[in-house]
C-alpha cells in the first residue's frame, strides 16, 4: 500500500493560523523519514486565494529530498507552474472538480475552461520533465449537485490520461459523501479502463465513513491512498468540510490488517502529536487521543487489594 501525505497542503490550507515557514519545513522533513511514499508538500496557489501556503517557494526548496520520496505540489495554473518548477517540484498535482458548479465555486472557471488551461500547465510540466497527476474533486458527490454520474468521472479521467498524458489521476471525495458500494464500482471501473495509470483515492472522513472507504477501495483493487496527519484538512470553499483520512489511523488499520504501508507508525505518531501546538487547536486523530491497539495502560493503583476482594468472595 502506498500512503501518500496531503497534510502540509490539503491540512494547512484549511487552517486560519499561518504555521511558520521553518515549522512547515521541519515537518515535511519529519514526514519524508516515516516511509511515506509521496508528500503534497503546498499550493502553488494565489495567496490571496490561500494565505496559509503563501510561502510555498521556500518551503518547497529548502526542504530535505530523501530518496524514494515525491514531493508534489498543487498547481491551478500556468503562474502556479512556473513557481512549482523553479522550486523543484517532482509532481504537479492539476486539479478539476468533476462537477460544474463545484469546479466553477473553487476555480472560477467552467469545467471546460479548466481542462482547457490545465492542458496548457501539463504541457509545460512535461517539457520541464515533471509528472502530472490530476485530482478530481467531487468525484463522489458534489455538496451543490448531489450525486455526480460514475460516466462523467470516467469520462474526464479518459481526456487527462489519454489527451494530456497524465500518469496518475486522483478520485477526491471532497466533503464526504461516498461510501463503500460507489467506491468499490469506480475503483474497479477505472482499474478496468487503465491498469497502467497509478490510481489514488482520497477520503474525506465528513460523514465517518473514511477507512470503511478505504477498504472497499483496496477489495475494488486499489493500492494508492492519501491520508492527512492528525486527520486535519478540507476544501474552504465547501460547505461543511472536514479533514482528510487521518495517515496515522490509515496505518495502524493496514498494519493490524496485515498491509505492508512502508511507513513507521511511531514516527508518524510523534509528527501529529507536535501538530496541535503548531495549529492551535486539537486535532480529529482518535490514535494520537487513544494510543495504538496495544499501548497498554498501567492497572489501578489498588488492583493487587480488588483481586483479593474478588477471590475473597469466591472462596
Ligand atoms: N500563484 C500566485 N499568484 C497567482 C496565481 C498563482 N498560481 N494565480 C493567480 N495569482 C494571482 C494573480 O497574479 C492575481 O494577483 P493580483 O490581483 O495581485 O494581480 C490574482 O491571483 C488573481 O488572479 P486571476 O488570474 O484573476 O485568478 P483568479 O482570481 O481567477 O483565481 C485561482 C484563480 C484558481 C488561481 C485562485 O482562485 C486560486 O489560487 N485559488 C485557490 C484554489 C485552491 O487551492 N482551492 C483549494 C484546493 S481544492
Ligand atoms: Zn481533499
Not at 8 to 29: C, H, M, S, W
Not at 32 to 41: D, H, N, Q
Not at 84 to 96: C, G, P, Q, T, Y
Request: glycine share 8%; charged share 20%; hydrophobic share 45%.
Amino acid at each position: 500500500m502506498h500512503l501518500q501525505e496531503v497534510g502540509t497542503r490539503d491540512g494547512l490550507q484549511a487552517e486560519a493560523a499561518f504555521v511558520p515557514t521553518i515549522d512547515k519545513i521541519a515537518l515535511v522533513d519529519a514526514l519524508s523519514r516515516t516511509g511515506l511514499a509521496k508528500i503534497e508538500v503546498t499550493s502553488f496557489v494565489s495567496p490571496q486565494a490561500i494565505p496559509a501556503l503563501r510561502d510555498a517557494e521556500i518551503v518547497m526548496r529548502e526542504i530535505e529530498r530523501r530518496p524514494g520520496v515525491v514531493y508534489s505540489a498543487l498547481v491551478p495554473n500556468l503562474r502556479g507552474a512556473e513557481r512549482a518548477i523553479e522550486s523543484r517540484a517532482d509532481e504537479f498535482n492539476l486539479v478539476m472538480s468533476a462537477s460544474e458548479s463545484h469546479n466553477l465555486a473553487n476555480l472560477r472557471m467552467t469545467r471546460e475552461q479548466s481542462f482547457a488551461a490545465l492542458s496548457e500547465v501539463a504541457a509545460l510540466a512535461h517539457g520541464a520533465g515533471v509528472a502530472v497527476n490530476v485530482s478530481l474533486s467531487c468525484a463522489f458527490g458534489c455538496p451543490m449537485e448531489g450525486d455526480v454520474a460514475e460516466a462523467g468521472v470516467l469520462e474526464w479521467s479518459r481526456r487527462f490520461v489519454d489527451e494530456i498524458g497524465a500518469c496518475g489521476v486522483t478520485l477526491c471525495d471532497t466533503t464526504g459523501m461516498a461510501w463503500p458500494g460507489p467506491v468499490a464500482a469506480l475503483t474497479r471501473d477505472f482499474r478496468e479502463c487503465w491498469a497502467d495509470t497509478e490510481l489514488t483515492l482520497h477520503f474525506h472522513n465528513t460523514r465517518g465513513m473514511g477507512l470503511a472507504n478505504v477498504l472497499a477501495a483496496i477489495d475494488a483493487g486499489a493500492d494508492r491512498f492519501d491520508a492527512s496527519l492528525g486527520g486535519i484538512g478540507g476544501c474552504p470553499y465547501a460547505p461543511g468540510a472536514s479533514g482528510n483520512v487521518c495517515s496515522e489511523e490509515i496505518v495502524h488499520a493496514l498494519d493490524l490488517m496485515g498491509y505492508d504501508t512502508g511507513v513507521d507508525l511511531a514516527a508518524l505518531i510523534a509528527a501529529a502529536r507536535r501538530l496541535p501546538a503548531l495549529i492551535g487547536h486539537d486535532i480529529p486523530s482518535q490514535i494520537v487521543k487513544a494510543g495504538r491497539r496495544l499501548d497498554l495502560h498501567a492497572r489501578p493503583a489498588d488492583f493487587d487489594a480488588i483481586r483479593e476482594r474478588a477471590l475473597a468472595r469466591s472462596s
